[in-house]
């Protein structure tokens, strides 16, 4: 019986669309008879409201057949699934208000009450299925201009990066996670952070360090097309032989270690070649007659004993122009990187053009430090504790181009206090608690050509 109903519940998602494109039409066609006063294609609307009522009841027995598989969030699914049982109702409710004058009076308000059901119950369904926003992200982009996803940040200094964070939490994060996260557990199995893939799922353990070949993670990206095991499955996005290359790597050179830099591993030459190939990607040499960015002015070269200590707090440093000492640095590598540490790089603050302070535990008391950096052009603080407090202090860095928030805990009112910075052409906000109308409001004080990438969600 539990093979049945597991059966019967996988064609939930096929039989769902029955309901949704057969209410849909009826009460598209409820709304024009009220508006065009057309009485001649009333006599179908009790089929089509019965139709609808039935197939939606359907739905919601296959929908908790589906439940009890398990492997979902529970107060989406629970929202879910609450909203199908009153769509099913109400629209069972016009059906029978049909047959009955007295219960003229109330269908139409009913039939609004239906369509508000059947986009929520639809919209739930589809942040159950492929993610959240699914569908409401689409129309906050179209609101906000059209804007594209957010990037994420580029990776720099790859040999000394860490390898999970840098390399293997993007691939899960895009070919794994619509189907293993904490809206859908897939398995019972939860991908979106080193503790709860460190857990696995219903089946056990996915990693076992040092050895790719016992390791779920891997072994499932090997099997043939077809095989129900296989990952990603058939219609997902595909995995790529690169990704896999470093997927094992990473487990049998790096142990599965969640903390290991790319410099600390074995690298066999498919993996030199990619490390390679990222380096010359990113951060490279500029002259500044070719970047704007770079200032016109030739500073002196910084203490080597500063720069000495500033390394061993995790900073690596890039040369941008080596003629007039302005550097970049990253502290990506040092997540425990805190407020104290930053306010030493305030000795040489003048040399550093892009400061990337990406998932460190740098919080709001540092804006008032960064602030100070005036040359800055590029400053990435996504993954950080950043909120909206203080975040007016960035209004100094008057020649500020790119400006990465993502997945902090900004609002619209943190927009509010960025409209000082007149130079910003990119700046990322996935993730985060702003809205399209304040991202709208935000592009229309900084001009068209400011690129705002922009999804809501955190």
């Known amino acids: 019986m539990e093979r049945l109903f597991e059966l019967i519940g996988r064609l939930h998602p096929l039989v769902v669309h029955l309901p949704i494109g057969i209410l849909f039409l009826t009460i598209c066609i ?34 908790w057949m589906l ?46 009450i239906s369509l508000f059901l059947l986009f929520a119950t639809g919209h739930l369904g589809g942040n159950l299925t492929h993610g959240e926003d699914y569908l409401s992200q689409p129309l906050q982009a179209f609101l906000a201009g059209d804007q594209k996803k957010a990037i994420r940040r580029t990776i720099s200094q790859a040999k000394d990066s860490t390898v999970y964070a840098t390399f293997i939490a993007p691939i899960l994060e895009t070919k794994c996670q619509k189907c293993h996260s904490s809206t859908k557990r897939k398995g019972g199995l939860n991908m979106d952070s080193p503790e709860n893939l460190m857990k696995g799922g219903k089946h056990g353990s996915v990693l076992v360090a040092g050895d790719a070949a016992k390791s779920q993670l891997y072994a499932r990206l090997l099997l043939p097309e077809g095989d129900d095991q296989r990952m990603p499955p058939k219609g997902k996005t595909e995995i790529t032989a690169n990704e896999i290359a470093l997927i094992k790597w990473w487990i049998n050179e790096g142990k599965a270690d969640f903390n290991i830099k790319a410099q600390d591993i074995a690298q066999p030459d498919i993996i030199k070649q990619f490390l390679a190939k990222q380096n010359d990607q990113k951060m490279p040499e500029v002259a500044k007659s070719e970047d704007p960015e770079i200032p016109d ?39 425990n990187f805190s407020d104290a540490q930053l306010a030493r790089f305030l000795k040489i603050k003048n040399h550093i053009l892009w400061l990337d302070l990406s998932g460190t ?12 950096f005036k040359n800055l052009t590029r400053l990435s603080l996504d993954n950080t504790a950043i909120s909206d407090a203080q975040l007016h202090e960035l209004n100094s860095l008057q020649r500020l181009k790119y400006l990465n928030l993502y997945h902090t805990h900004i ?7 960025l409209r000082g910075l007149t130079k910003l052409s990119r700046l990322y906000l996935w993730e985060t608690n702003v809205t399209a109308r304040g991202v709208a409001g935000l592009k229309k004080i900084l001009g068209k050509n400011v690129e705002i990438n922009y999804e809501s969600g955190i």
Request: proline share 4%; glycine share 8%.
């Open 297 to 335: 002015e030739k500073l002196l070269k910084p203490d080597e004993k500063i720069m000495l200590d500033l390394e061993r707090q995790g900073a690596v440093f890039s040369a941008l122009t080596p003629a007039n000492n302005f550097f970049s640095v990253n502290l990506v590598n040092n997540p």
């Open 411 to 417: 609002s619209d009112q943190g927009l509010e206090s």
């Open 67 to 112: 439940k009890l598989e398990g492997g979902y969030q529970e107060k989406t699914l629970g929202m879910h699934q609450n909203f199908g049982i009153a769509l099913a109702i109400f629209s069972g409710v016009v059906f029978f208000s049909l047959k009955f004058k007295k219960l003229h009076k109330i269908k139409f308000p009913l039939v609004v």
């Open 30 to 63: 409820e709304f024009y008879i009220k508006i065009k006063r057309n009485i001649s294609i009333k006599p179908f609307l009790p089929v089509l409201w019965g139709m609808g009522f039935l197939t939606s009841v359907l739905a919601c027995i296959m929908g």
């Open 361 to 372: 535990k740098i919080t709001n008391h540092s804006l008032k430090s960064i602030a100070q």
